[in-house]
Structures are given as structure tokens and as C-alpha cells.
């Protein structure tokens, strides 16, 4: 029976990881220490008890001998509990919802040794499928990237962290954004924009409430039409699949596939009151032509 070093935690999602055959150590400087003594680079893994789609890459990749063997000897791996460190998880969703458009758990994200993200996505399949890239071949691909193109790789992460921090205090400081960084920030949620089925990224697909607030209120400032109609194309879309719970009301936490048709059973306070605001307030901005069920959708969450 394999025993890492996660035996000697107290959170039970840690305690579940600690007989795989990856060498995961907590978050801590013991860690850090070892990626700078070994001159190898973190691999961060985020999740939480309840998650599912944490059980399904632990199962797929992390119980694999050969996989496991692979993480071990390229890189650092560290686990944490997003319930237990909600610093940590923030600051690296922060990352990769910048990088890749969209976020969820379990979170996975490669760091330098001085903890710099540099990559990052989320569940990834031990071979490639559904148009995802396997976990494997990533590690593989990262591991070839640090021995023959650090300095691209250390000059990436000094970068990133440096908007992270810049984003992370512009946010503690209660400032409204300038312009031009709100319209950044319409457009990287233009260019992730599903225009066909709705939401934003593929699949898993998650509702984004707070990606919706943000659009409607860019459109009550500026006036971009676009901006409204990524948003109600949206609610429509979620409205009508099998994410809403057709029977009894609310929204489940996600869907697996880009189309919203199959839902992830499970609901989140959090997601059922984000989402009430986001139709209550998609009624009032929608034209009054339009034979669209947000108010009724808002009062059936």
C-alpha cells in the first residue's frame, strides 16, 4: 500500500490522497523547498471532498502507477483543499480563469519553484478525448518545455503574477476600473463566448453568474448591444436546458457537455442566488417584445 506524506493531515480530502502512488506533499514550505532544492517545477492540484469530477481524475490519473511515476519524477507534487486554503485556490483560479476562460475543480495548475503560475486548466483526462489534452501527455509536454525553454517559461510566470497581484489590489481597494480595463475585459469574455449554444469555454460548462453581471452592467455603461445579447443568449440557452431543473426549479452546478443538455446533479446555494439576480435583472434589461421567462425562471430558483 502506497503512504505519502498526506497521512499526516487533518482535512479528509487530503487524507483521501494520501495512499495514491503520486508523492504528494501539503502546501508548505517543505514543498517549496524540495521544487528549489530538486530545480523542479510545483504541480498544484486544488479540490475539495464532494467534488466530482476530483474523484474522476484521482481514479483515472492519480491512482495510475505510470502516471503517478511520471508526476513524481518531473515535478513537485502538492495538494491542497480548497475549503481548508481558500487564499490559495483563489489566487490560482484567479490564474486560470485569466488564462484559459473558465474555471471549476479540480484545479490544476503547474508553478515555478518560487510558486509563479505558468500553466493551468482543470479535470483533464489521463489520455486525450473529448477534445481535452491528456494528462499524461501535458506532463509530458511541460516537463520537455522546463529542461529546453525555462527562460520563456520563468519570464511567463513573472509576468502573469505580476497582473495577478496588480488585479488582487485593484479588488482590496474597492476601485471601480478604469475603462480600458473594463473593456479588456469584455473581450476576453467576447472571445471565450459560445455564440451557438450560449456560455462561455466548452465543456464542462458552467452558468458564470458573475461573468453575466459583469456583462449587463458593461452594456448599462457603454451601450454595447453585444454585451446584452452574450447575456440573454445565455439565460435563453441555460433556461431551456438540462441544467435547469425542469421539475423542481433552480440550476445544477454545471454541464458536461457545451450544449447544456447534461447536468452535473448538483445544486449550490451560491450558484441559485447569483443566478436569480442575473434574470431578475436580464427581464429588466431585456425588450419588452421578447417572450423570455426570466422573471418566472427567477421566481422558480
Known sequence: MHINALIHEKSPYLLQHA??????????????????????????????????????????????????????????????????????????????????????????????????????????????????????????????????????????GARIQEEIESAIRLESHGRMPAGSALETGFLHFRRAYDSVHGGFGGAPKFPRPATLHFLLRYWKRTGQAEALEMTLHTLRAMRRGGIYDQLGG?????????????????????????????????????????PDRFAQTAQEI
Open 19 to 156: 495512499h495514491n502512488p503520486v508523492d504528494w506533499l501539503p502546501w508548505g514550505e517543505a514543498a517549496f523547498a524540495r521544487a528549489r532544492a530538486e530545480d523542479r517545477p510545483i504541480f498544484l492540484s486544488i479540490g475539495y471532498s464532494t467534488c466530482h469530477w476530483c474523484h474522476v481524475m484521482e481514479r483515472e490519473s492519480f491512482e495510475n502507477e505510470e502516471i503517478a511515476a511520471l508526476l513524481n519524477r518531473h515535478f513537485v507534487p502538492v495538494k491542497v483543499d480548497r475549503e481548508e486554503r481558500p487564499d490559495v485556490d483563489r489566487i490560482y483560479m484567479t490564474f486560470v480563469q485569466a488564462t484559459t476562460g473558465s474555471g471549476g475543480w479540480p484545479l490544476s495548475v503547474w508553478l515555478t519553484p518560487e510558486l509563479r503560475p505558468f500553466y493551468g486548466g482543470t479535470y483533464f483526462p489521463p489520455e486525450t478525448r473529448w477534445g481535452r489534452p491528456g494528462f499524461r501527455q501535458v506532463l509530458e509536454q511541460i516537463a520537455l518545455a522546463w529542461q529546453t525553454n525555462r527562460a520563456k517559461i520563468l519570464e511567463a
Open 250 to 290: 433552480g440550476f445544477h452546478r454545471y454541464a458536461v457537455d457545451e450544449r447544456w443538455f447534461v447536468p452535473h446533479f448538483e445544486k449550490m446555494l451560491y450558484d441559485q442566488a447569483q443566478l436569480a439576480v442575473a434574470y431578475i435583472e436580464a427581464d429588466q434589461a431585456a425588450p419588452s417584445r421578447t
